[in-house]
């Protein structure tokens, strides 16, 4: 039992791409990936001020919601859905750092090759609140303007996701070593 080796990449796995010193430190010896065309750094800064508009068009709906009624319950579960989106998005955000080889393969696991899913995912959701948005219009008796401005975020926040996922899926990456 001890001889036989698991199959099943864990979190620690990127640890097998570090060599120890003598003098105590690790040097990172795997994989890097760096864009075909364009920075690295360039990439980092962008993507992480797109993600930061699109988290915060994710996070408003909730404030022009407010309390929620018992008419409300639809608005709220899919502004839910996008804020557990946003949390892994703001995730794979920090993974993103910039070094002078290139971005790190563990981390390239962990942000750009999961970064389009997530944000289909919240693109998805943005939707739903605004298709919810719309027929909240068109069956509540209240005001017009939170659900107009309610229907107008979460277009903003779909449009967004799906520029910024397909602004990454365009970009090429190339692996050295």
């Known amino acids: 039992m001890a001889g036989k ?55 408003c709906p909730g404030f022009i919601i407010g309390v929620p009624d018992a008419n409300g319950l639809h608005l709220m579960l899919p502004w839910i859905a996008q804020l557990i989106t946003a949390v892994t998005l703001i995730s794979s955000a920090m993974k993103l750092k910039a070094e002078d080889k290139g971005l790190r393969g563990y981390r390239y696991r962990k942000s750009v090759e999961v970064y389009p899913v ?47 996922r397909k602004r990454i899926m365009s970009l090429g990456w190339k692996k050295s070593e």
Do not use: M, Q
């Open 5 to 59: 080796k698991n199959k099943r990449p864990g979190r620690r796995e990127h640890l097998n791409d570090f060599r120890a010193e003598l003098n105590g430190e690790y040097i990172y010896e795997g994989a890097y990936y760096v864009p075909v065309s364009g920075s690295l750094a360039d990439f980092c800064k962008k993507t992480r001020i797109l993600t930061a508009i699109a988290v915060l068009l994710g996070f």
């Open 118 to 164: 997530r944000l289909l995912t919240l693109a998805i959701f943005a939707a739903v609140e605004l298709v919810c948005a719309v027929v909240h219009i068109f069956t509540s008796g209240g005001g017009l303007l939170a659900p107009l401005l309610l229907a107008l975020v979460s277009a903003l926040c779909a449009a967004c996701a799906l520029y910024l």
